[in-house]
């Protein structure tokens, strides 16, 4: 499998797509003059209703060689792609790209803001999915980034994709970018 990805400072508007700025920019008011708006400020109900399907959260657990991730919220529509549900699990147990996906929530940890990853992936069958992440920190002192937010959009992905990583198919209306339903 080969991937290539792109990251970039969340606030340019060139790279992020409308569904990512609604999240980003409710992020933004929250914050404010602060490193972060706290989890009990960013409520999931208060976001598109179409990323929550797609909408993660995790716990950043700190530990002496670096950090943890728990995920604390996993979206209904994760759950019938990889055919799991990650809620309560740790990053490194992921089914995919288990070490791309800690690395960028170390990304967020260093560099202290939110941070936009676009992806191209190869799988099997030579399916090549396309996605996007963003990725919010979330603090709940205003120093400590203590959780983290993030939200998948896919740009290139058919119902095929769904045969390779699970095991069911798209809800309809829960497509997001390149996603057909079945």
Request: aromatic share 10%.
């Amino acid at each position: 499998m080969t991937h290539g990805e792109l990251i970039v400072e969340a606030a340019d508007d060139r790279w992020v797509s409308a569904e990512m700025r609604a999240a980003r920019d409710r992020w933004k008011h929250l914050a404010g003059d602060r490193l972060a708006p706290a989890w009990g400020e960013f409520a999931l109900a208060d976001l598109p209703t179409r990323i929550l399907p797609w909408s993660v959260v995790v716990n950043v657990i700190p530990g002496d060689g670096g950090a943890d991730f728990i995920y604390r919220y996993w979206g209904g529509e994760r759950i019938r792609l990889l055919g799991q549900d990650m809620t309560g699990k740790p990053v490194r147990e992921l089914p995919v790209m288990p070490a791309t996906v800690y690395q960028q929530y170390m990304e967020v940890l260093q560099q202290r803001r939110p941070l936009y990853f676009s992806h191209e992936r190869q799988v099997e069958g030579g399916l090549r999915p396309c996605f996007e992440s963003l990725r919010l920190p979330l603090s709940s002192d205003g120093e400590t980034i203590d959780m983290i937010y993030a939200v998948t959009r896919f740009t290139e992905m058919t119902a095929g994709h769904y045969d390779v990583f699970g095991n069911q198919g798209p809800l309809v209306g829960n497509e997001i970018g390149g996603i057909d339903g079945r």
